[in-house]
């Protein structure tokens, strides 16, 4: 019966990678890739050779038929991302539940992704957590920040260092300069960086020394202090 396998890649380190994903990427019949140049130079790497076709944001509707009879005509395939977990914040996703639709065995192993070091690491609340990936550009921007001011956990963004300081803006606006964040940078790469602060002070840093890097910012949710911290802030 065929198989598709979402197979996590290093984020940054490449020692991240698990045995059990080697294995699978040494054993598959095929590997659909984000990026094909990214992957061959992973495969590279650990001395793998194996058919490899692109699978990304700008075909994966156009491509999903065809991507569907090749799965069909292996046993194992594999999808992979550049970097961490494929479907996170990705099209990964489209594939997988078309899989799923087509009475397609789906296997996902556990494996590297962003997020969960850095909300770990930031030191804010990590028991209840929501993530919510980008954020979008323009539509709908606002009604993100609107939903978060009554939300109690806390919040995981992924954004790009040329965006930061407008997040960080945003979270002064809406939910008070005096609200935990912790922006963290190029997990588990060299330059590897957590700041930690209030995001009016996150804000003033990042003014004088602009983000380089892929980011995670972790957000504190809403309670009684930081709540009357915003109300003290709307008086004055």
Excluded at 29 to 42: H, P, Q
Excluded at 55 to 81: C, G, P, Q, Y
Excluded at 144 to 157: A, D, M, N, S, Y
Excluded at 207 to 214: C, H, L, N, R, V
């Amino acid at each position: 019966m065929a198989k598709l396998v979402l197979v996590p890649t290093p984020i940054g380190n490449l020692e991240d990678i698990t045995l059990r994903s080697l294995r699978t990427l040494k054993e598959c019949d095929y590997i659909l890739a984000e990026d094909t140049r990214v992957t061959n130079r992973l495969l590279a790497h650990f001395e793998i050779k194996k058919p490899i076709a692109p699978f990304h944001a700008h075909n994966e509707h156009r491509a999903l038929e065809n991507v569907l009879m090749k799965i069909k005509a292996n046993d194992v395939t594999v999808l992979v991302s550049d970097a961490g977990t494929p479907g996170i914040s990705d099209p990964g996703f489209l594939l997988a539940r078309a899989c799923v639709e087509n009475d397609i065995e789906l296997e996902c192993l556990p494996g590297p992704t962003a997020f969960v070091p850095a909300l770990v690491g930031s030191g804010i609340a990590c028991d209840r957590f929501v993530f919510e990936g980008f954020l979008p550009h323009k539509k709908g921007r606002q009604t993100k920040w609107l939903g978060f001011q009554e939300e109690e956990r806390t919040i995981v963004l992924y954004e790009s260092p040329h965006r930061i300081n407008k997040c960080l803006s945003e979270i002064m606006e809406y939910l008070g300069e005096d609200r935990n964040v912790c922006v963290v940078r190029e997990i588990s790469k060299m330059f590897e960086t957590f700041h930690r602060g209030t995001a009016a002070e996150l804000l003033a840093f990042f003014e004088q020394t602009p983000a380089k890097g892929e980011i995670v910012v972790v957000i504190e949710g809403k309670n009684k202090k930081n709540e009357k911290r915003s109300s003290r802030t709307s008086k004055e």
